[in-house]
């Protein structure tokens, strides 16, 4: 008997399936512009967003210069957006933007539209541009309207990505220095430019400690000639450090360092 009402169960389902393609092809195939739009709106609201965007996409000419015109055009938008097509809702609400900058659904086009880059923000490891153009976007939104309901949103995201370009370019320049060696000058010149850009990490004394032992590791494997030119740097080095950080945890060994390149600078 239970498997009587399983079966009656999956004849109704696919009933009911094949009911709605049948209701959904006629939809496609009909003349009738105006059903078209209002049932392109109840599947979107329902979240069909593939069979919406099928309808909207038929009726963007058929309302061209029209009052719905940046309706239709900001819902395709919004459907790419829902079928977590990213890339395509950002094409499509930037030419949202420009083409109806009135337009009652602006304002949450343009938030839209940088959130989009911000949904095709990467792991940290991979390259950051969506990040970075996530947060151009956001705040520029932020200028445009100050006033804005979204802008608490807006400036979340904003710390979110400015802290993962942080950690990029952290991860970046360390790389040079776990590989040592005859990278430990690519090293210096990748942990200051770090420092540059986000000078107030909270890698920052792990950051001054790093450019302080790779300028003692590059200067003790110079020539002669170079080796008081090169320890001096890290000298210098040393003095940044411990003017930041005093009772930094790194003290000890860098204070090895310096008594080392003292002894050279001063033969």
């Given at each position: ?67 719905r015109d940046d309706s239709v055009n900001y819902f395709m938008a919004k459907c790419e957006f829902g079928m977590e097509n990213y890339e395509g809702a950002a094409t499509l609400f930037d030419s949202f933007r420009n083409k109806f900058p009135r337009s ?164």
């Amino acid at each position: 008997m239970k498997r009587k009402y399983e079966v009656i169960l999956i004849v109704s389902v696919i009933a009911l399936f094949l009911s709605s393609c049948s209701g959904f092809d006629k939809i496609l195939k009909s003349n009738d512009y105006e059903l078209k739009y209002k049932k392109a709106i109840e599947y979107m609201n329902k979240k069909d967003f593939y069979r919406a965007s099928q309808l909207f996409d038929q009726i963007t000419t058929v309302y061209q210069g029209t009052n719905r015109d940046d309706s239709v055009n900001y819902f395709m938008a919004k459907c790419e957006f829902g079928m977590e097509n990213y890339e395509g809702a950002a094409t499509l609400f930037d030419s949202f933007r420009n083409k109806f900058p009135r337009s009652v659904f602006t304002e949450e086009a343009e938030f839209l539209f940088a959130y989009s880059y911000y949904k095709q923000s990467p792991r940290v490891e991979l390259d950051q541009t969506s990040t970075s153009n996530a947060i151009i976007q956001m705040q520029e939104f932020c200028y445009k309207y100050p006033q804005s309901a979204k802008v608490v949103e807006a400036k979340k995201i904003i710390k979110e990505m400015r802290e993962k370009l942080m950690e990029k370019s952290y991860i970046s320049s360390k790389l040079y220095f776990d590989m040592g060696g005859e990278y430990y000058k690519s090293a210096i010149v990748a942990i200051k430019r770090a420092i540059n850009e986000f000078p107030d990490s909270k890698h920052h004394e792990e950051q001054l400690y790093m450019i302080v032992k790779a300028s003692y590791e590059y200067a003790n494997n110079s020539i002669p000639e170079k080796k008081k030119e090169r320890f001096q740097e890290v000298v210098d080095h040393y003095y940044t450090l411990i003017a930041e950080y005093p009772e930094t945890k790194y003290k000890k060994e860098v204070d090895e360092m310096l008594s080392v390149a003292t002894k050279i600078i001063k033969n």
